[in-house]
């Protein structure tokens, strides 16, 4: 028992920690983060100064899920932006309510603003079913219920899937957005060609807790099961009769005696001569049956 214990005790800290590092990776604004090299750009765009003071792509930021921030001081070109939010940071626009001119978009711009809308919902998704997990798996470390454990295996694989396929959507939005989307000009297929090759493209710590939270989820359902064989083993232990385990741990030693293995040794030990009819045969290979019970009274099975 004090087995299945520490499983459980690992499952839920495994649990805690996957539930934790979805939520930091789900709110903060480290995703990815696009290096722009301004200095090699100033001499080879025409009017770059110009295009700095009102176009956000061609500053280096970093985004999250909700938010795309610009470090440093240099954001002036932000105070005209009624989306601006902490002074560095501009919104993602997830069309929500949907604006007028949403009807006349690309296929592939809808297609992008749908998948970003499942990765947050599924990520939410996750963090519930991971909640949930946590519960269950707390009331089975104090209570051993293999039903529990089972439960929060169920529940921790469903959100660890549901976490990667909130990852696998982020991806899908990511290529639509480098390669398919021209709806507005700052997505990438429309930048300048020396923008493009300039614009240096990396995944941060945020996107990488991401993928952590998924292992570790994993990792936590399947203590989860190994806790549940662990308990499942012990309660079939306790339920078996007393004297059922005590008949199945003499059976072995007792049926050679039961089918003359006994006598025909003892026999041949004191030279007595053993025709081919004392051969008592092969010992028997099948196993009791679940009612073969021996009775110390009578001195049998």
């Known amino acids: 028992m004090a087995s299945s214990t520490a499983c459980l005790g690992c499952a839920v800290l495994?649990?805690?920690?996957a539930l934790g590092f979805d939520a930091v990776s789900f709110?903060?604004?480290?995703?990815?983060?696009n290096t722009v090299n301004d200095t090699y750009l100033q001499q080879r765009i025409t009017g770059f100064a110009m295009k700095r003071n009102t176009l956000w792509y061609y500053h280096t930021r970093h985004n999250g899920l909700f938010k795309i921030c610009f470090p440093g001081n240099k954001t002036t070109f932000l105070d005209s932006r009624t989306d601006k939010v902490d002074n560095h940071c501009l919104y993602v626009d997830?069309?929500?309510?949907?604006?007028?001119t949403y009807d006349t978009k690309s296929q592939d711009y809808k297609t992008f603003i749908n998948l970003m809308r499942c990765q947050?919902?599924?990520?939410?998704?996750?963090?519930?079913?991971?909640?949930?997990?946590?519960?269950?798996?707390?009331?089975?470390?104090?209570?051993?219920?293999?039903?529990?454990?089972?439960?929060?295996?169920?529940?921790?694989?469903?959100?660890?899937?549901?976490l990667a396929a909130g990852m696998a959507f982020f991806h899908g939005?990511?290529?639509l957005e480098k390669n398919k989307v021209k709806d507005e000009q700052s997505f990438p297929s429309n930048w300048e060609e020396e923008l493009k090759s300039n614009n240096n493209r990396t995944?941060?710590?945020?996107?990488?807790?991401?993928w952590v939270s998924v292992g570790l989820s994993i990792i936590g359902a399947i203590l989860y099961l190994v806790s549940a064989f662990i308990v499942r083993e012990k309660e079939r232990d306790d339920k078996m009769p007393l004297e059922d385990r005590y008949s199945m741990r003499n059976y072995a030693g007792r049926e050679y005696h039961d089918y003359g293995y006994d006598d025909y040794y003892t026999r041949s030990m004191q030279g007595g001569y053993l025709g081919p009819q004392d051969d008592p045969g092969p010992p028997p290979t099948s196993r009791p049956p679940k009612d073969y019970y021996y009775d110390p009274s009578q001195n049998r099975y």
Do not use: H, N
């Open 14 to 17: 495994f649990t805690v920690l």
């Open 27 to 33: 709110s903060t604004d480290y995703w990815v983060q």
């Open 94 to 100: 997830y069309q929500v309510p949907e604006s007028d």
């Open 120 to 162: 947050v919902a599924f990520m939410i998704l996750s963090m519930v079913l991971f909640v949930i997990s946590f519960i269950t798996g707390a009331f089975g470390c104090m209570k051993s219920r293999v039903p529990l454990s089972r439960a929060s295996a169920i529940l921790v694989f469903l959100g660890a899937l549901c």
């Open 173 to 175: 939005a990511e290529y």
């Open 203 to 210: 995944y941060k710590w945020s996107y990488i807790l991401g």
